[in-house]
């Protein structure tokens, strides 16, 4: 029998330790308590909020409906020739699911090392890093649709993955709930380390034909040099997305800002370093009331103790303000804003 728990403090599922509080909450461990749950007709019409890792979010009031904490967990794997098929329930840590794959040489994931969040949240946002998108190494998922009780299974095309964007997040948007994912991954390693900082750690460490675990290892090394753990300081990762911007407006903005920091993000197309932009403005370091920028990445907004949501979110408003006014270039929140 589902435990529905009423006023549940929130600030240990969120990575940013925002002290809000849920009217209700239930945490639901496999896929046949979703359809036990939503078997009552009181929780089809309230305000849901999908819980996985709590690491893509920032709470900025207390949510007056019902939080449900997906812990789905399990990971299964096949394989074919040299594709492997690994799936893994909602509910499972990522960083945990990298590991597996890195360790059993199953290659494709190693870039995507130590992002915060659990699997079931990964292809709501493609999550990405070092070159590589969830996109690339997805294969499909399972989700349970809430108005029907059914369950669907959805391929790679249907998703409409974008950059930091799906299905899930558009069109589809509060409508499923994903309970396992299954990815396509490799025997045969395809390295990609031209991304950031990667092929120079490895030069430091004189590995010159690295293998996926010594590259998951650097991305790791590279990780924690520049971000903070949400375990000792309250953050959500990346706070804003990477600008993409079309190539005449990349042209102005270089010939004023030689320096600028850019990767091509297809045809006509340039995306910009947010973090080097909010650096630019003054930004890094930088410590405002309760909240702040990384001392080391000005891309991740911290909670230096007692900041609420909205505080954060002031401050993220102003860098925004910022950045737009100093090169005309508009940041989006790459966190999800629940509250508002």
Not at 82 to 100: C, D, P, R, S, T
Request: include cysteine; glycine fraction near 10%; charge should be negative.
């Amino acid at each position: 029998m589902l435990q529905i728990q009423q006023n549940v403090s929130l600030k240990n599922f969120n990575t940013f330790g925002i002290k809000t509080y849920a009217k209700y909450f239930v945490e639901i461990n496999h896929e046949d308590e979703l359809q036990e749950l939503f078997a009552d007709p009181q929780w089809l019409q309230a305000d849901r909020l999908v819980l996985g890792g709590g690491s893509n979010m920032l709470m900025v009031a207390d949510f007056n409906g019902l939080v449900i904490r997906m812990n789905i967990r399990g990971i299964e794997h096949r394989i074919n020739h040299n594709e492997v098929f690994v799936e893994a329930g909602g509910g499972e840590v990522w960083n945990a699911l990298v590991n597996y794959a890195v360790d059993h040489s199953y290659a494709g994931m190693e870039n995507l090392s130590l992002i915060p969040g659990s699997v079931g949240a990964s292809p709501i946002q493609n999550i990405g890093a070092y070159g590589v998108e969830l996109k690339d190494v997805f294969y499909s998922c399972h989700a349970f649709e809430i108005a029907t009780g059914t369950f669907r299974t959805f391929t790679k095309e249907e998703c409409k993955f974008g950059y930091r964007e799906s299905v899930f997040k558009t069109e589809l948007k509060g409508q499923y709930i994903i309970t396992s994912v299954k990815f396509l991954l490799s025997l045969q390693p395809n390295l990609n380390l031209k991304y950031g900082a990667i092929e120079q750690e490895l030069n430091n460490r004189g590995i010159t034909a690295p293998t996926i675990k010594e590259v998951s290892q650097v991305v790791a090394h590279i990780r924690v040099s520049k971000l903070p753990d949400p375990s000792t300081i309250g953050n959500a990762g990346s706070f804003f997305k990477n600008p993409v911007i079309d190539v005449d407006k990349f042209d102005v903005l270089k010939t004023n800002h030689p320096d600028v920091v850019n990767y091509p993000a297809g045809e006509g197309l340039v995306k910009l370093a947010a973090g080097w932009l909010i650096e630019q403005c003054g930004w890094k370091g930088k410590v405002v009331g309760n909240t702040g920028t990384w001392k080391n990445q000005a891309l991740v907004l911290v909670n230096h103790g007692g900041a609420t949501g909205e505080e954060v979110y002031a401050f993220s408003s102003q860098i925004i303000d910022s950045v737009y006014s100093k090169f005309g270039v508009q940041l989006e929140r790459e966190v999800n804003i629940i509250g508002q």
